[in-house]
């Protein structure tokens, strides 16, 4: 049996609170059920579906947010089946078409896609088939800057709307609409046209990840008029989380962890950059799996080829960019690891449920560094400055700041997340998603909740500020690492070469591990007292980054108007600046209504603390 998330409010929008529709009782309920198993060879319907499918058939614009692999396409293939017209559905990628147009094509059911790299006289063919007598498709695929760029496809929309055969409209991943979403596509920000051309064909809007912004920003931006929300849990109770500390040995850990627990089961191991992927999937055949690697820089057909011998088992293990995963439909996806930071909770949420489609335990580890955060950022940077010039050059609107703005604060957000060693995992991503968790429910399915133990929340006020004049005293022109060196009293060559020495914070913080010391200051930079400033330095790409001081956050700090409390595991003492005052670990927030970050990059970290007391 698959996962059956819990409904937590089925119909969000005011005046939509609504148990009509999952009635049984519609004029098409027969039909409905037969076609789905007669066609689609389902025997019943996952949650939601059914509401969202008599919505959409009562005429209603529909949002609807539900998890990957939850089934949201059932919802427009089947109306679309039953209703006489065509279905227009935008998705993003060429390769998300074809994969649903070829499921389609098996259950007997007509679709066709029009894309810009399609030869012009196979494009003129569809598109006179669509306004034939007897248009033939049920279904008509679009990519989005079709919409955006065709007055063709506009004029035959619209002739098949004059003659009501326009039946629906759906926008696929439409979380890509909102520049706050992990997966923003300015052609997505053109669809409003659709709904203001033909207000009278309903609109299905469907994603897997929507923050609360987002969710108004795509709503706004389609124009949708009392738009019905269905969503569920994002809550995936077979997926166990876990964020290992990242260390050099990196890929014989997870070697060892597969061997130990998924030996010879599929998986997705996601890497940040091409070569990256490259030198994993080598490792892993050395030590005898069959891996393989997939990225953007392949040709498509070598792509599809990998893609394919996974899908048959003849590879067990892809290592990949994000560029692998839409639209992936395999159940049985035993483990997704990430071998760097995602870029975002979204993404990273998302990524995370490719595993365990079919409701079986599944693993999803994430191997975090602190570097690792300065090296994304980088690529973030690098990655706004080539979308600007993308999207000023489609001449509509420049935000590339925008943009590079909410990239940078997504990707804080991740830090904070694998900093953060007390709270249970699906707690914080199921805040992301605005959706409240009671944490006792994870039974014990993630790492944080694993460590069966109390917590204490502790004013780490002063040493903050320690740490920020430290990073004045030294010009700002010092990475995080250095700091820590010289605020633990550290007499490295480096530091003596810098007289820093002879600093009065010099060894201030010596009582401190450097596991605390750490996570206090990667907090400062979670909560952007401090800012990394990024830069390539040197030819081969890689990248250093020194410390800068936010004075307008800090200023807040000084003048005592602000205290910094971070919340760590009862174990851990906090020099003499304590004051320990027991709360229960897990589901609860710090007294500042944050949740407490940090989480320590040197295992076992409690071991070695030296308490003043
Ligand atoms: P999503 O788009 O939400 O990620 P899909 O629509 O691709 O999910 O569906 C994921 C898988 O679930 C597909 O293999 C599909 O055939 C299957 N599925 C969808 N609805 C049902 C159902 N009612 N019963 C059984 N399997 C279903
Ligand atoms: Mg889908
Ligand atoms: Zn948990």
């Known amino acids: 049996e698959p996962y059956i998330p819990q409904i937590i409010d089925v119909n969000y929008i005011e005046g939509s609170n609504d148990q009509?529709?999952?009635?049984?009782?519609?004029?098409?309920t027969r039909k409905l059920e037969a076609n789905n198993k007669k066609v689609f060879g389902n025997h019943s319907f996952r949650p939601n579906q059914r509401e969202v499918i008599n919505a959409t058939m009562s005429g209603y614009d529909v949002f609807v947010l539900m998890p990957t692999g939850g089934g949201k396409s059932l919802t427009y293939q089947l109306p679309a089946l039953i209703c006489p017209g065509i279905t227009l559905v935008i998705s993003p990628l060429v390769s998300l078409i074809q994969d649903q147009i070829m499921h389609l094509l098996q259950a007997n059911i007509p679709a066709a896609y029009l894309s810009a790299n399609m030869d012009w006289s196979e494009q003129q063919e569809i598109l006179r088939e669509l306004t034939s007598d007897y248009c033939k498709y049920k279904l008509l695929y679009v990519t989005p800057e079709k919409v955006a760029k065709s007055d063709v496809l506009l004029r035959h929309l619209n002739i098949l709307n004059s003659r009501d055969l326009l039946a629906r409209i759906v926008i696929d991943e439409a979380h890509c609409v909102s520049q706050w979403g992990h997966d923003f596509r300015p052609d997505y920000q053109g669809l409003g046209i659709l709904k203001q051309k033909f207000p009278k064909t309903p609109v299905l809007a469907l994603t897997a990840t929507a923050?609360?912004?987002?969710?108004?920003?795509?709503?706004q931006a389609l124009g949708l008029i009392n738009c019905i929300i269905f969503r569920q849990s994002f809550n995936r109770p077979n997926l166990w989380y876990s964020v290992i500390p990242k260390t050099k040995k990196c890929v014989e850990d997870i070697d060892k962890f597969i061997k130990e627990n998924h030996f010879d089961e599929c998986g997705i191991i996601y890497c940040l950059s091409r070569m990256d992927c490259e030198k994993v999937a080598e490792k892993l055949q050395?030590?005898?799996?069959?891996?393989?690697?997939?990225?953007?820089?392949?040709?498509?057909?070598?792509?599809?080829?990998?893609?394919?011998?996974?899908?048959?088992?003849?590879?067990?293990?892809?290592?990949?960019?994000?560029?692998?995963?839409?639209?992936i439909n395999k159940p049985d996806v035993r483990f997704v690891i990430h071998h760097s930071l995602p870029k975002s909770i979204e993404g990273y949420h998302q990524e995370c449920g490719r595993a365990g489609r079919d409701g079986q335990r599944s693993s999803c580890l994430l191997y975090y560094s602190y570097s690792d955060y300065i090296r994304v950022k980088h690529m973030i940077s690098q990655g706004a400055a080539e979308q600007s010039s993308l999207i000023t050059g489609h001449g509509r609107f420049n935000n590339s700041g925008r943009i590079l703005e909410t990239n940078t604060e997504n990707l804080l957000r991740m830090v904070g997340y694998c900093e953060n060693d007390v709270d249970c995992r699906r707690l914080v991503q199921l805040l992301h998603f605005g959706e409240k968790f009671d944490s006792t429910h994870c039974q014990k399915t993630c790492d944080n909740c694993c460590k069966t133990r109390s917590s204490v929340d502790k004013d780490v006020t002063n040493i903050a500020k320690q740490l920020v004049e430290l990073v004045k005293l030294t010009g700002q022109q010092f990475s995080s690492s250095h700091i820590l060196e010289v605020y633990r009293g550290s007499l490295s060559q480096f530091v003596k070469k810098h007289r820093h020495e002879t600093l009065s914070l010099h060894g201030v913080g010596k009582h401190l591990a450097k596991g605390e010391a750490s996570r206090i200051i990667h907090h400062l930079v979670v909560e952007e007292y401090l800012l990394e400033d990024v830069k390539k330095s040197d030819i081969y790409g890689s990248v250093s980054s020194v410390l800068k001081v936010n004075e307008s956050k800090v200023k807040n700090l000084f003048s005592g108007r602000q205290a910094i409390i971070i919340r760590f595991p009862s174990t851990v003492k906090v020099g003499k600046l304590s004051k320990p005052e027991v709360t229960p670990a897990k589901g609860s927030l710090t007294t500042s209504g944050k949740l407490s970050p940090p989480r320590v990059d040197t295992p076992a970290q409690s071991q070695s603390i030296v308490d003043l007391n």
């Open 20 to 28: 009509k529709w999952n009635s049984r009782d519609f004029p098409w």
């Open 286 to 327: 050395e030590y005898g799996h069959k891996a393989a690697f997939y990225h953007g820089n392949m040709d498509p057909a070598q792509r599809a080829f990998i893609q394919k011998q996974w899908s048959k088992d003849e590879i067990n293990i892809i290592c990949a960019t994000v560029a692998f995963g839409m639209g």
């Open 211 to 219: 923050t609360a912004s987002v969710k108004e920003d795509v709503v």
